[in-house]
């Protein structure tokens, strides 16, 4: 949410800048901006909307200056205008900010009291204000970054330029990820890696409260009181070349096609290959005698725990609480001692899930977290990483991560059971038996790309769609719902199947399709009495089912999809993939922003 990239050197900054956000264009497009010292002079170019509106501006005036810092930002405070947009600039000093800084009215009317004249409506500018009021008071840029970081309140991650100090950038967190990239004569900061991957593999990561000061040739590292510390150079993969669209559409697309291929790569990192046993790294604590487990997450990654939490309960018999973790971070629940946390996220720093597990450690809970990006700040504040091998997801709507985090947790489940003597052996080779069947399987639902395409002609004229399901399939219907959601801005509910008749089966007449997820097994003719009543009362019945329930369904509903018939440990994982594919198959009739839909961004790290 917001990315943030700047770099001090010896090349044209605007270009290097440019293209770091670009790539960390997910994170925010409501409005962009590059700041960069011209003969030490602070200039600055900004534009509302997506970066190519930036890329027209800086066309016809371009940005001169080795030392440059930019932004893309999602708003918060202050609407999405080209004034509000970042840097944030003095004539002293230019910012960039992604986070909230929570006591900026406070610091404003100071600082208006003391004479700075204020431009903008957003919180982010009073940084920049306050380090001016340093700046002019004489302090050098250090002492005025410092000073000015003294008084922040909320989360950030921040990069400074300082007119007439060419070479110099000075960079903060607190609740916000910043990492510093080692070039050859040259530096840079970026919110993540991946804005860094085309400039430098060797990066370093701020720890929360941390303080860098960089010049072409060192960064130089300070914790949250200024005392100078050390912070390790790691080599990241290398992943440059993964971040096109591959000739496909949009980056959600190729995603999409990338299921079978995650899902491949996560069982690899996690059954051995020749016992066929879920194989975990080390744990603190034993998997056998953990009494229960608290499943947190924020948006899809949440359903994902839904999933979890039926595998868990019913195979490993671990009760589980689950909830989103802007709820649970409040909640302030009495939790059983020795009880596992487990977070689930595909960024790792999305804030209200990393609040969460700040919470959980805070009461002495061990924490687990199911992670995509394995440098996030929750990688580093967790007891034990299980890592999805998703690799960059760009699209702001999740695909693949999902898919990636259920197989991490399916392995997980396996490995509790074993340990708490709930599986034997033979029902955990069934199980792994299942798992690695299912690239094949995921690869094959593509088969039924056109008929799902037919299904979101329907779905596509709808103002209102309800998603049932029953069992793992109820949370496989809430990702189909906020899928589509997200990306084609039609409004749709997802309902327990069995709760239907308590409600939402007052909304049902022709307008309102109904999408189910209903793989055979010993829930689907409960889902299907549930169907019956719906199509009684005139509904239009999309379902999603498999092999073995087609010929029940295509009785009853408008439209049935056979998807592979597997275990039926692993039916919401292909029907995941299949919802997800009605989502996408909708956004395109409806020609939404696809890989960016409105109002979205992706690693939310404000509240
Ligand atoms: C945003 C994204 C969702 C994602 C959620 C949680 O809302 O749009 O796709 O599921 O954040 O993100 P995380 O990175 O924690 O999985």
Wanted: proline fraction near 5%; charge should be negative.
């Amino acid at each position: 949410m917001c990315g943030i990239c700047g770099v001090v050197g010896h090349r044209p900054a605007t270009p290097i800048v440019f293209e770091g956000l670009r790539r960390l264009e997910y994170r925010g497009y409501d409005s962009a901006g590059i700041a960069t010292l011209d003969d030490g002079r602070i200039e600055r170019r900004r534009a509302a909307g997506k970066l190519d509106n930036l890329a027209a501006v800086l066309e016809d005036q371009p940005l001169y200056g080795t030392t440059g810092i930019g932004h893309t930002r999602w708003a918060t405070h202050g609407a999405p205008t080209v004034n509000n947009a970042h840097p944030h600039s003095t004539s002293r000093v230019a910012i960039v900010h992604n986070g909230i800084i929570e006591n900026f009215e406070t610091l404003r009317k100071e600082l208006e009291a003391a004479g700075e004249v204020f431009e903008t409506e957003t919180d982010s500018e009073t940084i920049a204000r306050l380090a001016d009021f340093h700046l002019a008071a004489g302090k050098s840029p250090r002492e005025a970054a410092f000073a000015t970081l003294r008084r922040l309140e909320g989360a950030y991650a921040i990069a400074m330029i300082f007119a007439g100090h060419e070479g110099l950038m000075i960079g903060a967190r607190r609740g916000a990820p910043l990492a510093v990239g080692f070039g050859d004569g040259e530096m840079f900061l970026g919110s993540d890696s991946l804005a860094l991957a085309p400039l430098t593999r060797r990066i370093a990561y701020l720890d929360d409260g941390d303080r860098v000061i960089i010049t072409p040739e060192k960064a130089e590292f300070f914790d949250h009181t200024g005392k100078p510390v050390e912070r390790t150079i790691q080599t990241t993969a290398a992943i440059a070349g993964s971040v096109g669209k591959d000739g496909y559409r949009h980056f959600m697309e190729k995603e999409l096609h990338e299921h079978p291929l995650v899902i491949g790569q996560t069982l690899q990192r996690m059954v051995d290959p020749a016992t066929r046993k879920v194989i975990l790294p080390d744990m603190p604590f034993d998997l056998a005698t953990i009494p229960r487990g608290v499943i947190t997450a924020c948006g899809s990654a949440y359903f994902a725990g839904m999933i979890g939490r039926y595998w868990l309960e019913e195979i490993a018999r671990l009760p589980i609480d689950i909830d989103v973790a802007s709820e649970l971070r409040y909640r302030n629940p009495p939790l059983t001692p020795g009880s596992l946390g487990m977070l689930i996220s595909q960024s790792g720093e999305t804030a209200d899930t990393l609040a969460a597990l700040r919470a959980l450690r805070g009461i002495g809970l061990p924490v687990l977290s199911v992670l995509n990006v394995e440098h996030s700040t929750m990688a580093r504040e967790s007891d034990v990483v299980l890592g999805t091998v998703a690799g960059p997801e760009i699209s702001v709507a999740s695909t693949k991560a999902f898919t990636a985090q259920l197989t991490v947790l399916a392995c997980l489940t396996i490995a509790i059971a074993r340990a708490k003597g709930t599986l034997d052996e033979q029902g955990e080779d069934e199980l792994v038996a299942a798992l690695l069947d299912l690239p094949t399987r995921a690869e094959q639902v593509f088969a039924h790309q056109d008929a799902i395409r037919n299904m979101a002609r329907i779905v596509a004229e709808a103002r209102d769609v309800l998603y049932l399901g029953r069992g793992s399939a109820f949370p496989v219907a809430m990702e189909g719902a906020l899928k589509l959601k997200e990306i084609s801005y039609i409004h749709a509910e997802a309902y327990a199947a069995g709760e239907m008749k308590h409600g939402p089966i007052s909304l049902i007449d022709r307008t309102v399709p109904i999408v189910a997820s209903i793989p055979s097994g010993p829930l689907f003719e409960k889902t299907l009495s549930n169907l019956q009543e719906a199509k009684a009362r005139g509904g239009r019945l999309l379902a999603f089912t498999d092999e073995a329930g087609a010929d029940r369904l295509s009785a009853v509903a408008e439209q049935t999809i056979a998807l592979p018939k597997v275990h039926p440990f692993v039916t919401p994982i292909i029907q995941t993939i299949g919802v997800q594919i009605l989502a996408y198959e909708t956004a395109l009739l409806k020609g939404t922003d696809v890989d960016q839909p409105r109002n979205l961004a992706k690693s939310v790290t404000v509240e």
